[in-house]
């Protein structure tokens, strides 16, 4: 039984810093590409970013740009989101992704494994 779990999820001050992580268990996704997405009250589900296999490929949507990072660690199946300065409008819960594919288009589409979600609330 594939499972992504998030955890790092939490309240903090406009400003701060938090690190999101996804376990991922019942397969390798080592050779998958991967991705955070998030849905904020009211809203829908909206990309946040997204890494290929090797890590060598990065791309974020321009509400996160030069605040987030994604990186991953294939020997531990795991993918991580750097957060910082820190925004109200970040609140949200947050959803790791692991595409079908390893293609950023694929992260995109919103398609493949999900986890349950690490609520994130900032501060103001």
């Known amino acids: 039984q594939v499972q992504l779990v998030e955890s790092g999820g939490g309240l903090v001050q406009a400003g701060g810093s938090l690190r999101l992580s996804c376990a991922a268990s019942?397969?390798?996704?080592?050779?998958?590409?991967m991705g955070w997405f998030r849905q904020a009250p009211g809203k829908g589900r909206e990309f946040v970013a997204a890494?290929?296999?090797?890590?060598?490929?990065?791309n974020y949507a321009d509400s996160v740009k030069g605040r987030f990072t994604i990186s991953r660690d294939n020997a531990k199946n795991a993918v991580y989101l750097q957060m910082n300065s820190l925004k109200p409008e970040d609140t949200a819960v947050y959803y790791c992704?692991?595409?079908?594919?390893?293609?950023?288009?694929?992260?995109?589409?919103?398609?493949?494994?999900w986890g349950q979600g690490t609520q994130v609330t900032v501060s103001s």
């Open positions: 992704n692991a595409a079908t594919s390893n293609s950023i288009p694929a992260v995109r589409a919103a398609s493949g494994y």
């Open positions: 890494i290929t296999w090797r890590g060598i490929t990065t």
């Open positions: 019942g397969r390798t996704f080592s050779n998958n590409a």
